[in-house]
């Protein structure tokens, strides 16, 4: 059964930081980009960062750039979100995201979500 589950999101102030983390099972976490995506209230779903399965490549959102950064530790099948000088429009609901192919075949998995509340 493919499990993600996120932790450590909260409240914090502006200018705070965070680590979330996504603990992954069910499936071959190593060969899997890894993502982490965001959706506020009343907006779509946002590609906040991700993390090739090979090479460990990363990419972010221009609004997260040289704030976030993303990592995977394999051995561990997790992947985590640092957040430093956090906003209030980094508010969001934090959603972790695993893609690849087996057998051919394009699979996609989601967690459940972290809130995260930036707020003084």
């Known amino acids: 059964q493919v499990q993600l589950v996120e932790s450590g999101g909260g409240l914090v102030q502006p200018g705070g930081s965070l680590r979330l983390s996504c603990a992954a099972s069910g499936f071959t976490f190593s060969r899997y980009r890894m993502s982490w995506y965001r959706q506020a209230p009343g907006a779509e779903r946002e590609l906040v960062a991700s993390i090739a399965s090979i090479g460990g490549s990363t990419n972010y959102a221009d609004s997260v750039k040289d704030r976030f950064t993303i990592s995977r530790d394999n051995a561990k099948s997790t992947v985590y979100l640092r957040m430093n000088s956090l906003k209030p429009e980094d508010t969001a609901v934090y959603y972790c995201?695993?893609?690849?192919?087996?057998?051919?075949?394009?699979?996609?998995?989601w967690g459940r979500g972290t809130q995260v509340t930036v707020s003084s």
């Open positions: 995201n695993a893609d690849g192919t087996y057998a051919g075949m394009r699979l996609n998995y």
